[in-house]
């Protein structure tokens, strides 16, 4: 049986020593989520799905980041699929922005709103003829990567929930992890936070209902300058000793 209070103290304790444990790793990618959060500078009113849309995304992206650190890898993927189909969305609201073509009113519940159907492949099919590179990208993670091993249960993310120590069994809700690999979910995390980023400035060039930081293009090759260099540096670190 465990305690909540005793599992939200070492969740604390992970997210403050984060810097220690993991260096710049983490420090890039909180900075890249940071970005995230402020490199658009004023959205116009019609543009409010848009905001609705792009805030999801940024709450999504830290939730994954504060997933990672927290040791709970399914989590964070899961969030980061979320992040994914928000900023989709996000960017099909510059295009279409009228509520209308998102929600429906509830007939059941008067004042209240529910999703539209087919809306998912209206944005595919948009962002995947207008902005195709970004489109793939996208895809491909969620598809390739957190649908075929983070989105159902599977025993190899099952065995992360059981510790051995000692010829002994210990069961856990932190994942039996190694550094080495919450770094390469770290530099994953920022390589699609940038991308998401880059997205949305460039539909935004088409449909500018908001406004972006200046000098965004020159923060954003920065990044991706970074994130390139500690995806090399990872394939020549060696493994390093579990938590």
């Known amino acids: 049986m465990f305690s ?3 599992l939200s103290k070492e969740e604390d304790r992970l997210i403050q020593n984060a810097k220690d444990i993991h260096g710049r790793y983490f420090t890039f990618t909180k900075e890249v989520i940071e970005y995230s959060w ?28 504060l997933s990672i650190i927290r040791l709970h890898t399914i989590q964070a993927y899961q969030s980061l699929r979320n992040a994914i189909e928000s900023v989709g969305l996000a960017s099909y609201s510059l295009y279409k922005p009228n509520q209308n073509n998102y929600v ?38 969620k598809s390739e990567h957190i649908n075929k091993h983070f989105a159902h249960s599977n025993l190899t993310d099952a065995l992360t929930n059981v510790h051995y120590i000692d010829n002994k069994t210990y ?36 449909y500018p209902l908001a406004k972006i930081k200046t000098g965004h293009s020159v923060k954003l090759d920065g990044f991706y300058r970074t994130c390139r260099q500690q995806y090399l540096s990872l394939k020549n670190d060696a493994t390093f000793p579990k938590y």
């Open 104 to 141: 429906l009113d509830n007939p059941e519940f008067p004042g209240h709103l529910i999703a539209k159907k087919g809306v998912s492949d209206k944005v595919n099919k948009w962002l995947n003829n207008n902005y195709p590179s970004h489109s793939d990208k996208l895809r491909s993670i």
């Open 38 to 65: 402020t490199f658009i500078e004023k959205i116009d009113a019609t543009a409010y799905v848009f905001n609705a849309f792009s805030t999801q995304m940024n709450k999504s992206l830290s939730l994954s980041l």
């Open 171 to 206: 069961n856990s809700v932190f994942d039996e992890t190694s550094f080495i690999l919450t770094k390469i979910h770290l530099v994953s995390l920022s390589n699609m936070a940038i991308h998401m980023i880059d997205l949305l400035g460039n539909v935004l060039k088409d």
């Open 4 to 6: 909540i209070y005793d």
